[in-house]
Nanobody, 122 residues
Framework: QVQLVESGGGLVQAGGSLRLSCAAS????????MGWFRQAPGKEREFVAA????????NYADSVKGRFTISRDNTKNTVYLQMNSLKPEDTAAYYC???????????????WGQGTQVTVSS
């Protein structure tokens, strides 16, 4: 069992930056692939970024490539999402997930945080 708590969301102007953090409980954190997802009002949850548990291989949605960076610190049981050059369309609730995997064509996670709101004003 893994419990996840996100932080770092807020209101930012377009072009600005935010860094989200996800603190995880549980001694097996370092063995999970971790990821970030987001859900805008009226839309389905979508994959944003993931990082593998072993060598830290990263994967990004096309919409955030070159702007967002996922990283992890296994000594602190924390995963981060650095978001630069934010756009109004990045506005969403952002969720951290643990044990991320691909099921069919869908990237999903087994454990989820409660989410943190990111609002980008134009």
């Amino acid at each position: 069992q893994v419990q996840l708590v996100e932080s770092g969301g807020g209101l930012v102007q377009a072009g600005g930056s935010l860094r989200l953090s996800c603190a995880a409980s549980g001694r097996t954190f370092s063995m999970y692939n971790m990821g970030w997802f987001r859900q805008a009002p009226g839309k389905e949850r979508e994959f944003v970024a993931a990082i593998s548990w072993s060598v830290g291989t990263t994967n990004y949605a096309d919409s955030v490539k070159g702007r967002f960076t996922i990283s992890r610190d296994n000594t602190k049981n924390t995963v981060y999402l650095q978001m630069n050059s934010l756009k109004p369309e990045d506005t969403a609730a952002y969720y951290c997930a643990a044990d991320v995997s691909t099921v069919g064509l869908t990237i999903t996670g087994r454990y989820w945080g409660q989410g943190t709101q990111v609002t980008v004003s134009s």
